[in-house]
T-cell receptor, first 116, second 112 residues
Framework: GAGVSQSPRYKVAKRGQDVALRCDPI?????LFWYQQALGQGPEFLTY????????KSGLPSDRFFAERPEGSVSTLKIQRTQQEDSAVYLC??????????????FGPGTRLTVL | ELKVEQNPLFLSMQEGKNYTIYCNYS?????LYWYRQDPGKSLESLFV?????AVKQEGRLMASLDTKARLSTLHITAAVHDLSATYFC????????????FGQGTRLTINP
């Protein structure tokens, strides 16, 4: 079956531009996660949704970052007024457990954001 | 704050040799994940370790978990070139937000 998909795969933005990154989770997966992966580092948690509810956004680095999942499936991560330090790969993951502690997270291919 | 540390961070080894990657974490957790990442690719799930003493094996890779020592190991047996990748361990928080905290990754290069 189809895995997690993300678009665009690559995005170049000028400093100060707004960007929107899309994630299509595996069909039926209740939980959706966003991570940020800097070059040579492990992914770092940004935010988590269960269905349409954003249950944890403690990892969002600033109020320029905003995520939504209005219908409980597709999610969008928006970054306003991008800065050079926002350059990273943004990974989306989904899992299919409803319980408090979901099972394995399946990752998408990521969106590589470069801010010039 | 939960911290996850891997060592070594870089590992170059010859085909046919055995080696172990270590993953230490700083607070109580009973759920640990190992992922593989190839250059420019996303993360592929390898193992989920759910309890103390858990051991899982897939091919030349074997992972174990000691929750009392807060330590997981990923053992590579008779390495082959195809296993060259970056390996990450990640720990699930016991309480609170549903999120994974990742180690820095171990970049493994296997030479013929």
């Amino acid at each position: 079956g189809a895995g997690v998909s993300q678009s665009p795969r690559y995005k170049v933005a000028k400093r100060g531009q707004d960007v929107a990154l899309r994630c299509d989770p595996i069909s039926g997966h209740v939980s959706l996660f966003w991570y940020q992966q800097a070059l040579g580092q492990g992914p770092e948690f940004l935010t988590y949704f269960q269905n349409e509810a954003q249950l944890d956004k403690s990892g969002l680095p600033s109020d320029r970052f905003f995520a939504e999942r209005p219908e409980g499936s597709v999610s969008t991560l928006k970054i306003q007024r991008t800065q050079q330090e926002d350059s990273a790969v943004y990974l989306c993951a989904s899992s299919d457990r409803v319980l408090r502690r979901p099972d394995t997270q399946y990752f998408g291919p990521g969106t590589r954001l470069t801010v010039l | 704050e939960l911290k996850v540390e891997q060592n070594p961070l870089f590992l170059s080894m010859q085909e046919g040799k055995n080696y172990t990657i270590y993953c230490n974490y700083s607070t109580t957790s009973d759920r640990l994940y190992w992922y593989r990442q190839d250059p420019g690719k996303s993360l592929e799930s390898l193992f989920v370790l759910l309890s103390n003493g858990a051991v899982k094996q897939e091919g030349r890779l074997m992972a174990s978990l000691d929750t009392k020592a807060r330590l997981s190991t990923l053992h590579i047996t008779a390495a082959v070139h195809d296993l060259s990748a970056t390996y990450f361990c990640a720990v699930d928080m016991v309480r609170g937000a549903q999120k994974l905290v990742f180690g820095q990754g171990t970049r493994l290069t296997i030479n013929p």
